[in-house]
């Protein structure tokens, strides 16, 4: 057992006394397992003639009823023994497996944000299913296996020395090189295990990212290319098994030819010894090659069960390997928890580059007090979004500081700061489930009513009520389609009926029409009392009655005012205002006059 299997074990010692009760039982039903065997030897002799010419049967026949009770027993007892054994290891197998299965998921969804941009969803997927699937595998069946194998192995030797010891040590000479053949097998064998995990986590990767793009690959008919990028990874994962198929297929004639070897020596030396009287008798004879039978079975399940440990060991390595993972953004040691309903934020100098990136965010100030509404515009990639997912916390700024209430956002609680925001992203996700539970995702406390309310201020509420089953209509994968702008709407919703003391909302209302715009902003108008709010926006209407507009321009803020000493001062802002309230010149002949 490798040491990535070894650190699985604390999950399975809350359940100590279910598998020692199963190790037990199953000990207890190997030794049932194998009384016939010695019976039948003792039957044998029983009905054999003696030196006298007499069998032991003519004088004493009521023996064979206590011998076919015996057996029968033994049965009796290896049926109960080995299904409370059965029962015992399986539950505590699934009860690891959902506790190792809980423990990898709420670990996941602590891990940042920078995380999940670099790992992809399938390779993740893999890990919280099929990995931990083959671990269920390893506590039932792999470790029920090892105390068979120990229990047979060691029961039936000893029971064969009892019966003769000459002939037992002859069977065991074989043991040492196939000891070293499953050795051998196991180290060829192990490369390809891991290659087939990789390959099964690509193969998870493409398919779910490709489903979930599916429409793009047929709007663009790039079908075939596709199906062989996942022939390639499939291919990949189908060569590594066939080698380690190949690697099996060595390895078992000479496991066989081994014992061919030790069981041929057996039958002719044994046969002898018995034969010529100086070895045991024919009963006992009997029962040596019925038990030295069942040895042959254990070098097999040997074998299969390295192959079992190692798949185990690999799927233990990527579990522990997720586990291991730290967030790179959580709790400092000595984060403070926010002492109530935050009034204001400050961003001081705040520089950020994405790993890779340069020039993201180059020196950003700007202080927001409750009731305030900060607008952010500027061309796309200036990094406005970056500036929200920074006041998230989604990320850390290389240099400069945001304060909340005076306090460094890096040193707080998060889940104390985060209660107090309420998110609205520029591609807003909806869940499977009734709109009425991806409303209420942050507050779950909330009436209905409360998230009737927050619907309506979100301009959400009439359309909902349309829907085939109002509130209750399954939205999100698989449940019913909504526009674009009406996602936008739920999740703006979502957002409100947290009442936030800082409402983030990056293009919030991008997608839906003028007319619901208008609407909301006169209800933002209403919500602004009480609370902070930074509105990322393209469409500059929508910021218009900002306290504060900053115009952002690769990272820097170039220009920042209210509305109209921005337009007043014929900058930057200046300019898209003309452009789109239609008082400048039409976008296509500035572009031909720029061109
Ligand atoms: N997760 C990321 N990793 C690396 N670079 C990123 C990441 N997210 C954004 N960027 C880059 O950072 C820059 C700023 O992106 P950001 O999303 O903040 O721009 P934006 O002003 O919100 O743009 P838009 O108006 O198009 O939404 C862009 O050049 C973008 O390519």
């Given at each position: 057992m490798g040491r990535h299997l070894w650190r699985l074990v604390p999950f399975a010692r809350p359940y100590t006394k279910r598998i020692l009760t199963g190790l037990a039982t199953n000990a207890m039903a190997r030794l049932f397992d194998l009384l016939p065997l010695v019976l039948v030897g003792q039957v044998v002799d029983l009905i054999t003639p003696g030196a006298n010419g007499l069998a032991l049967a003519a004088t004493e026949p009521h023996l064979f009823w206590v011998y076919g009770l015996a057996v029968l027993g033994g049965f009796l007892g290896l049926a109960l023994c080995q299904s409370a054994s059965d029962y015992a290891l399986d539950s505590m197998a699934q009860m690891v497996r959902h506790d190792i299965r809980g423990r990898l998921y709420e670990h996941i969804q602590r891990l940042d944000v920078a995380f999940f941009e670099e790992r992809q969803t399938g390779d993740i997927m893999s890990v919280v299913s099929s990995d931990v699937d083959t671990l269920e595998n390893f506590f039932a069946d792999v470790s029920t296996s090892i105390v068979r194998l120990v229990i047979t192995f060691t029961g039936t030797y000893a029971v064969l020395f009892w019966l003769d010891w000459r002939l037992a040590l002859l069977l065991l000479a074989p043991l040492p090189f196939a000891v070293a053949a499953v050795r051998f097998f196991a180290k060829r064998v192990q490369p390809r295990y891991r290659q087939a995990r990789r390959a099964v986590a690509a193969i998870n990767s493409i398919i779910e990212n490709n489903l979930q793009g599916i429409g793009v690959i047929q709007a663009y008919t790039a079908e075939g290319p596709q199906a062989e990028r996942v022939l390639a990874q499939s291919a990949e994962y189908r060569d590594a098994a066939i080698h380690a198929a190949a690697e099996r297929a060595r390895f078992l004639p000479i496991i066989y030819v081994l014992a061919g070897l030790s069981f041929g020596t057996l039958i002719a030396l044994g046969g002898w010894l018995t034969f010529t009287d100086q070895g045991p008798s024919v009963g006992d004879f009997t029962s040596f090659i019925l038990l030295a039978m069942r040895l042959v079975l254990p070098l097999f399940v040997f074998g299969m069960l390295i192959n079992q440990i190692q798949r185990s060991e690999a799927a233990a390595q990527r579990i522990m390997e997720l586990l291991d993972t730290?967030?790179?953004?959580r709790d400092r040691l000595d984060a403070k928890p926010l002492?109530?309903?935050?009034?204001c934020v400050e961003f001081r100098d705040v520089r950020f580059d994405y790993k890779g990136r340069?020039?993201?965010?180059n020196g950003v100030g700007f202080a927001l007090g409750t009731g305030r509404l900060i607008g952010v515009v500027g061309p796309t990639g200036a990094g406005k979004s970056t500036l929200v997912k920074l006041l998230l916390r989604y990320y850390e700024p290389d240099s400069g500081q945001i304060l909340v209430d005076g306090l460094p956002l890096t040193g707080l609680a998060l889940e104390s700061f985060r209660r107090y925001v309420g998110y609205v992203s520029q591609d807003p996700f909806l869940f499977f489930g009734p709109v009425l539970d991806n409303i209420r995702l942050g507050s779950p406390e909330a009436s209905d009513e409360d998230v009737r309310r927050a619907a309506e201020v979100a301009g959400a509420d009439e359309f909902i009520q349309g829907l085939p089953q109002g509130y209750q209509t399954l939205v999100g994968e698989r449940g019913l389609k909504l526009s674009g702008g009406q996602r936008q709407r739920i999740s703006l919703a979502r957002a409100i009926l947290r009442d936030p003391a800082i409402l983030l909302l990056?293009?919030?209302?991008?997608?839906?029409?003028t007319r619901t715009e208008e609407i909301i902003q006169r209800n933002m108008d209403r919500l602004r009392a009480g609370r902070m709010i930074l509105a990322v926006a393209h469409r500059l209407s929508t910021v218009r009655n900002a306290d504060e507009i900053l115009v952002l321009v690769d990272g820097l803020v170039v220009e920042r005012g209210r509305h109209e000493e921005l337009v007043r001062k014929g900058g930057v802002y200046a300019g898209l205002w003309s452009v789109q309230s239609g008082e400048g010149a039409p976008v296509v002949q500035a572009t031909e006059q720029e061109a």
């Open positions: 730290e967030p790179a953004i002492a109530g309903r935050p009034s340069e020039q993201i965010i990056d293009e919030a209302t991008a997608s839906v029409d």
